[in-house]
């Protein structure tokens, strides 16, 4: 059952009471990420996120992870282009505490200026990281080709010019300009009672600070095509579609279309590109969702030499996809899989809790799990064929990272 709190300062609390297991997950969910950050502070978000680890007024930075580790617990978080959640997951008997420990993370983190510079090394080696990872970095190539001069084109983990300008001062102000009540979710899954509701208000409920909500500007699509050279064994390849945002009545048809287009073994990239042709190891596809748009991602990785043989076989995939539609077989075998994985989800508390949160921050609304299995069944062969067409034309992205730094001709 899901219980539904909104605080007298705003703040929302989504509870979902999970009697059979010994487990709570609770996340602070934040309306921040990379897409509200300027040029100058591109990357805060993800930054501001790792210094909340980095001590408080009452723990440093070592005392906050052995805490988690005393009470057996896991405790993380996660910066997107459109959010931040901070989470943990601990035993049942052990939520007040946890639920304390990032209350005091939330509420009492210093900046300290040592620790800062030494994070701010932190994030530049995970930036390099990145940069080591051509199969992860052509996705964010492809985000910069779709969306252009917008936010949403801009790395979550910022650059290292922006880096080196964020000080205590910075963060304290984007802090106050974004983790406000009214953009604060606080969600939580597992074995725990209504009661935990007046435990999270009384750290939650009463703070106060000025909101001032963005005027976001809806990005334009644009067909551009980005490559970059890179000394790698594989070309990587992405190429993009416009796609649906959050809380659209297609959404559910646009999952099954991407599930049978390249999101299982046995789609029909996976089996054309790997299993009859033998081009790549990697090849799939997936559906990013944002509150304006969305981007349907395809992407393979291949042998420099076969590069030009991979694209042709996506694109002749989704032309015959496109054209021919879809069968009554596929239709039902990815119905099967969409409520198989959904159902399999509700075994874990951390999946019920992001859920949770993501649909109340972002959509502030919940769906029971007969309604999205109800959105599921009614999908119909046409419909998704209709999507399809609508979707797969001529107006598409792409990005490469190869050795040769040669884009396709496409």
Not at 133 to 161: C, Q, R, W
Request: with cysteine; net charge negative.
């Amino acid at each position: 059952m899901i219980t539904k709190h909104k605080c007298s300062n705003g703040v929302r609390v989504i509870l979902e009471q999970i009697p059979s297991v010994r487990s709570v997950a609770i996340g602070v969910w934040i309306g921040a990420g990379s897409r509200y950050e300027t040029d100058e502070t591109n990357g805060i978000s993800h930054f501001l996120e790792h210094m909340f680890f980095k001590g408080t007024k009452t723990k440093n930075a070592r005392e906050i992870a052995e805490a988690f580790d005393a009470i057996g617990g896991q405790v993380n978080a996660f910066t997107s282009k459109e959010y931040t959640c901070y989470y943990a997951k601990v035993l049942d008997e052990k939520a007040e505490y946890a639920l304390d420990l990032l209350t005091d993370m939330f509420f009492n983190s210093v900046f300290d200026e040592d620790e800062l510079i030494k994070e701010r090394n932190v994030v530049l080696e995970e930036i390099n990281m990145y940069e080591d990872s051509p199969d992860e970095m052509v996705h964010e190539l492809l985000s910069e080709a779709s969306f252009g001069e917008h936010p949403l084109a801009k790395p979550i983990l910022g650059t290292e010019d922006t880096l080196l300008q964020f000080d205590r001062t910075t963060l304290e102000t984007y802090r106050q300009k974004f983790y406000s009540p009214e953009n604060v979710v606080i969600s939580v899954a597992g074995n725990i009672s209504d009661h935990f509701i007046r435990e999270v208000e009384s750290k939650f409920g009463s703070y106060e600070t000025v909101y001032e909500k963005p005027n976001l500007q809806r990005p334009t699509f644009y067909a551009n095509k980005l490559n970059r050279k890179k000394d790698t064994e594989q070309s990587h390849l992405c190429i993009g579609f416009a796609g649906l945002p959050y809380g659209d009545e297609r959404i559910y048809h646009l999952a099954i279309l991407n599930n049978l287009l390249g999101g299982s073994m046995s789609s029909r990239l996976f089996q054309e590109v790997r299993e009859e042709r033998g081009l790549a190891y990697s090849v799939f596809s997936y559906h990013a969702s944002f509150i304006d748009t969305g981007l349907l991602t395809i992407y393979a990785g291949t042998a420099p030499e076969q590069t030009e043989n991979v694209y042709e076989t996506i694109i002749n995939t989704i032309f015959l996809l496109k054209e021919k539609g879809i069968t009554a077989r596929e239709l039902e075998n990815s119905k099967a899989q969409l409520k198989g994985n959904l159902m399999l989800s509700l075994e874990s508390t951390n999946s019920r809790m992001s859920r949770n949160g993501k649909n109340e921050l972002l959509l502030n609304t919940q769906k029971s799990l007969d309604d999205m299995i109800a959105s599921i069944e009614s999908v119909t062969l046409a419909s998704v064929n209709e999507l399809a067409k609508e979707i797969f034309n001529d107006n598409f992205s792409a990005s490469s990272i190869s050795p040769s730094g040669r884009l396709l001709t496409i």
